[in-house]
């Protein structure tokens, strides 16, 4: 990962990278449901020791970026499946990071909030440069993408 062999790290340097370089967007958004949706997007910079207010601050850009600054103090539960995906976004862009994987985005969206979802995802490639590795079994969803690999039972194909 930016022309550095990651094998043989250990545990706590490969922890450090994931939150430093990566950033993670799950299918089943896995927010956390105490906290509201700027403390879930603040999350993975408690862990790199970033001030409060540098936090609020990058939360608050991070959240304005997928269209949700006005629901900033509401709570999962508060929200429809497609801004908790775009808070999951939020959260995965908030440390800045160049790979975003993403696990079926989209997977659980109707087809409108799946498009609003690959439009984030597409213009974070676009704009910030962020590469994005996303899993998808929608085919539609796929052919969105830069590139293309196919898997089947664990090796590529075609």
Do not use: W
Request: charged share 25%.
């Amino acid at each position: 990962i930016e022309n550095e062999t990651v094998q043989g790290f250990s545990d706590d340097r490969l922890s450090k990278l994931r939150n430093q370089k990566l950033g993670f967007i799950f299918q089943s958004y896995h927010l956390i449901n105490d906290l509201t949706v700027l403390d879930n997007v603040e999350l993975p910079l408690l862990y790199r020791k970033v001030s409060g207010s540098e936090r609020r601050r990058l939360a608050t850009e991070a959240l304005a970026k997928v269209g949700l600054s006005n629901r900033m103090k509401h709570y999962p539960s508060q929200l429809s499946g497609g801004q908790r995906q775009r808070v999951a976004i939020a959260r995965a862009v908030v440390g800045n990071p160049r790979i975003i994987l993403a696990d079926e985005p989209t997977g659980n969206l109707d087809s409108a909030m799946g498009n609003e979802v690959m439009e984030i995802l597409e213009n974070l490639n676009k704009n910030d440069g962020t590469t994005i590795v996303m899993v998808t079994h929608d085919e539609n969803m796929a052919r969105r993408t830069h590139r293309l690999v196919r898997l089947f039972d664990g090796s590529q194909v075609e």
